[in-house]
């Protein structure tokens, strides 16, 4: 069991290092993750985006989102 927590967190660290923009916050009724990865390169090989901000936050991404269209 020791072993299979200590991998996990060992998995997220590298990931989380290895990350160009990583942000999770958990709210009281939902959560928001954001990954990029990887650091270091002109371009991101994958972005990874789970449910939604809240606040602030959140309308100034849906002005970001209608800006690029």
Same mark, same amino acid.
């Given at each position: 069991? +020791?072993?299979? $927590? %200590?991998?996990? =967190? $060992?998995?997220?660290?590298?990931?989380?290092?290895?990350?160009? %923009?990583?942000?999770?916050?958990? +709210?009281?009724?939902?959560? =928001?993750?954001? +990954?990029?990865?990887?650091? +270091?390169?002109?371009?991101?090989?994958?972005?990874?985006? $789970?449910?939604?901000?809240?606040?602030?936050?959140?309308?100034?991404?849906?002005?970001? %989102?209608?800006? %690029?269209?």
């Amino acid at each position: 069991m +020791y072993k299979l $927590l %200590s991998a996990i =967190f $060992l998995i997220l660290l590298v990931a989380g290092v290895l990350a160009r %923009s990583f942000d999770l916050s958990v +709210y009281q009724d939902g959560y =928001f993750l954001h +990954y990029e990865f990887p650091r +270091y390169g002109n371009d991101t090989w994958f972005e990874i985006t $789970l449910g939604q901000r809240q606040g602030l936050a959140a309308v100034i991404d849906q002005v970001k %989102s209608k800006a %690029s269209k």
